[in-house]
């Protein structure tokens, strides 16, 4: 993997830069959509790279090792032959799903022990096995495994399980480097910080992370129910530690504003399932704002859903249409909603990219922020 | 709507044709997708143009009367601009939904008073109002307004709805005939013939139907839980009654074979939920055959679902994966499965219109119907 760092904003940390592996290049900043179990939920690979425009999309170790399993994506030659995404993915540990998903779980120093959620089979993730699972899955860029302390949390227990995270990322570091990937292309791992919301711990999880020196670096166990203000300063002090040649990934965020905000702190990536998961709810992300599309001031509103970012679902469905199918409960809404989302993600992401390179983000920002927050 | 007969098989009474409406062309024998209130369930509008290749979809006159609802899709100019499909629609009459969802239906010689299956909020159907309803859906062929008795039946009953049918027939027209369409292109009225199982009844009600020289005939209250040698005798009966010049459509029919086995006896048009709704419970017709998709002989079947169909879905996605997407509960699965069996029968009824064309689709039909109904 590569990273080439092509900007920096005048007036604040924002970045502009590409990452390239075996399977492309990604612009930064980018949002990459959630497809747990190798699929982005109602969404076409077609869609997602002609309408969507993504230009990388994550899996889950947790969900595919159960599902299909990890004989069968072996076979196929790995996620991107099973699926039939050829653009870049990058997979998550599966230890955040080990705490939210699994029954029975229990945290040792070799690993976790849990129960399938689907069938209630015993496994063991370690450091290594995960590794090597990820190895098979074959994603370009793969998370190590870590501990994700649930929020609100105590000082010690935080403390503890980022010196975990931190003994648990040596052995996957040892694990990666002793091996090799298995279908001719190279993988990358990103280390992961922790430490809840207390600022020492941060700093002490950021040194840790970047001494390490991988390719690229992510924050984890933020936006878990942490006020919003926290999760910044959170996110601005560990970005100032680390490396500015590096990539810098912040998991599981977030809203449109939460993005903009943490772009202007010098974060490059960012996933999550609101886009999606929202969409089967009947929320629609707009250039122009929040539409709850259940609501009755959209029953006859026939114009196009968000004619200006592009895409076929946004200009070429009404509102009214997508209301009557969300209301009447149809399949084709969520389809819809989902595809207009991402869109409308991918398109607020390289609005910024555009924006930093050109030097003037963050007053776009400031304004876009309110635009695209709004209850419309 | 013009029909132009343009060759008849040497060894059956197959028949291929074109249907012309204001809307496009439709060559037939023709299978249209149903799209109950204004979608064909987890499809998208492009998919159905470019991968299935339908000609022709169906809506519903009872769900859109209920939802959108009428004022909705007039404002947007018919149906046609409400869900972005441009080619030709036919709308059912509502009368078997009536029926068959409906709560508290009461049939009186004016109509049929009902309470929906939605709100429980009354309304009254009559041969006048389903003719000004489906005027305002805008569809380029409109049917009827029938009463569809149910299987078995009581001689008495399926004589007396009958000629209840007949004598709204009579209404239908009247109304339809003194009216225009609302959108400023033309609309056909189909008559239905109806009798149950009853030759005498059926033969009764084809030439009645026959008698009232619409632009084309439909084939009501059959694939309702009769075997199938009745439905095949029925649809012969009544075939060969009426006119040659003139499209004949079997409504609600029904898997390959039988569209195969109709087609021999002169039917020019079908629709069924079959395909989409198998689909989302993972049985897949091919060319080949047909698959339960929650088998575990395809979990690691890395081969295309069905490559010489055509379509994307058809040569993109693997069993594997599809299987994984079902079994996993994902939406994606279904709406892979729907588009892969909707693109097969619209390719079936595409190769027995060659056959047709070419004079051997005696021969072939009987190779063929053995082939995709072959469980493999």
Same mark, same amino acid.
């Given at each position: 993997?590569?990273?080439?760092?092509?900007?920096?904003?005048?007036?604040?940390?924002?970045?502009?830069?590409?990452?390239?592996?075996?399977?492309?290049?990604?612009?930064?900043?980018?949002?990459?959509?959630?497809?747990? =179990?190798?699929?982005?939920? #109602?969404?076409?690979?077609?869609?997602? /790279?002609?309408? +969507?425009?993504?230009?990388? &999309?994550? $899996?889950?170790?947790?969900?595919?090792?159960?599902?299909?399993?990890?004989?069968?994506?072996?076979?196929?030659?790995?996620?991107?032959?099973?699926?039939?995404?050829?653009?870049?993915?990058?997979?998550?540990?599966?230890?955040?799903? =080990?705490?939210?998903?699994? #029954?029975?779980?229990?945290?040792?120093? /070799?690993?976790? +022990?849990?129960?399938?959620? &689907?069938? $209630?089979?015993?496994?063991?993730?370690?450091?290594?096995?995960?590794?090597?699972?990820?190895?098979?899955?074959?994603?370009?860029?793969?998370?190590?495994?870590?501990?994700?302390?649930?929020?609100?949390?105590?000082?010690?227990?935080?403390?503890?399980?980022?010196?975990?995270?931190?003994?648990?990322?040596?052995?996957?570091?040892?694990?990666?480097?002793?091996?090799? $990937?298995?279908?001719?292309?190279?993988?990358?791992?990103?280390?992961?910080?922790?430490?809840?919301?207390?600022?020492?711990?941060?700093?002490?999880?950021?040194?840790?992370?970047?001494?390490?020196?991988?390719?690229?670096?992510?924050?984890?166990?933020?936006?878990?129910?942490?006020?919003?203000?926290?999760?910044?300063?959170?996110?601005?002090?560990?970005?100032?530690?680390?490396?500015?040649?590096?990539?810098?990934?912040?998991?599981?965020?977030?809203?449109?504003?939460?993005?903009?905000?943490?772009?202007?702190?010098?974060?490059?990536?960012?996933?999550?399932?609101?886009?999606?998961?929202?969409?089967?709810?009947?929320?629609?992300?707009?250039?122009?704002?929040?539409?709850?599309?259940?609501?009755?001031?959209?029953?006859?509103?026939?114009?196009?859903?968000?004619?200006?970012?592009?895409?076929?679902?946004?200009?070429?469905?009404?509102?009214?249409?997508?209301?009557?199918?969300?209301?009447?409960?149809?399949?084709?809404?969520?389809?819809?909603?989902?595809?207009?989302?991402?869109?409308?993600?991918?398109?607020?992401?390289?609005?910024?990219?555009?924006?930093?390179?050109?030097?003037?983000?963050?007053?776009?920002?400031?304004?876009?922020?309110?635009?695209?927050?709004?209850?419309?």
């Amino acid at each position: 993997m590569k990273f080439e760092l092509q900007a920096t904003d005048i007036q604040s940390k924002a970045r502009a830069g590409i990452i390239t592996t075996d399977h492309g290049t990604i612009q930064t900043p980018i949002f990459m959509p959630v497809g747990t =179990v190798g699929t982005v939920k #109602a969404v076409h690979q077609r869609e997602l /790279e002609q309408d +969507i425009k993504a230009q990388i &999309i994550l $899996g889950n170790t947790y969900h595919l090792y159960l599902r299909p399993k990890l004989d069968i994506i072996e076979k196929a030659g790995g996620l991107h032959k099973f699926n039939g995404w050829s653009r870049s993915i990058l997979t998550d540990s599966g230890g955040y799903q =080990v705490y939210s998903l699994a #029954a029975n779980r229990k945290i040792k120093e /070799e690993g976790v +022990i849990f129960q399938s959620h &689907i069938d $209630g089979s015993k496994h063991l993730f370690t450091p290594e096995n995960v590794m090597d699972i990820q190895r098979t899955i074959g994603a370009d860029i793969i998370m190590a495994f870590d501990e994700c302390p649930p929020y609100p949390c105590e000082y010690q227990y935080a403390k503890n399980s980022m010196e975990l995270t931190h003994r648990w990322l040596r052995r996957c570091c040892e694990r990666f480097d002793s091996t090799e $990937g298995k279908y001719g292309y190279s993988q990358t791992l990103f280390p992961i910080i922790q430490g809840s919301t207390f600022k020492d711990l941060r700093v002490q999880s950021a040194e840790t992370i970047a001494s390490f020196e991988r390719e690229g670096n992510a924050i984890g166990g933020l936006s878990v129910g942490e006020p919003v203000e926290e999760m910044y300063a959170m996110t601005e002090l560990v970005c100032d530690i680390l490396p500015k040649d590096k990539p810098r990934y912040l998991m599981g965020v977030g809203t449109p504003a939460n993005i903009l905000e943490a772009i202007t702190l010098g974060v490059d990536m960012f996933d999550c399932v609101m886009p999606t998961r929202n969409a089967r709810n009947g929320m629609i992300f707009t250039s122009q704002g929040i539409l709850n599309m259940k609501n009755e001031k959209w029953k006859d509103d026939l114009s196009p859903l968000d004619p200006t970012i592009g895409g076929y679902v946004s200009t070429f469905y009404s509102k009214a249409y997508l209301r009557h199918l969300i209301v009447s409960g149809e399949l084709l809404g969520g389809q819809i909603a989902s595809i207009q989302n991402l869109t409308f993600y991918l398109w607020l992401v390289r609005q910024a990219r555009e924006h930093i390179l050109a030097g003037d983000y963050r007053t776009w920002k400031d304004y876009m922020v309110k635009q695209v927050m709004q209850r419309l």
